[in-house]
């Protein structure tokens, strides 16, 4: 079993923004489970690659730290 991990993301605003990342994030990792949650500005990812996800967020045009 994968562990869970968590980034801060930065310039997420709105629902459309959490679609974003959302997208971004299982486009490069399918069989990922995403939680994004708007008001604390994170995003919980297991069954991926945290390097993977990291560089989803950042070419999405989102900053990320981690949590």
Known sequence: MT???QFRVKG???DG???AVT???KARAPSANVAVDLAKG???VDSA???VVAQA???AGYG???A
């Open 3 to 5: 562990q869970a991990f």
């Open 12 to 14: 997420m605003t709105c």
């Open 17 to 19: 923004c959490v679609r």
């Open 23 to 25: 997208n971004a994030i």
């Open 42 to 44: 994170t995003v919980t």
């Open 49 to 51: 690659d945290p390097a």
């Open 57 to 59: 967020i950042e070419d």
């Open 64 to 66: 990320f730290a981690p």
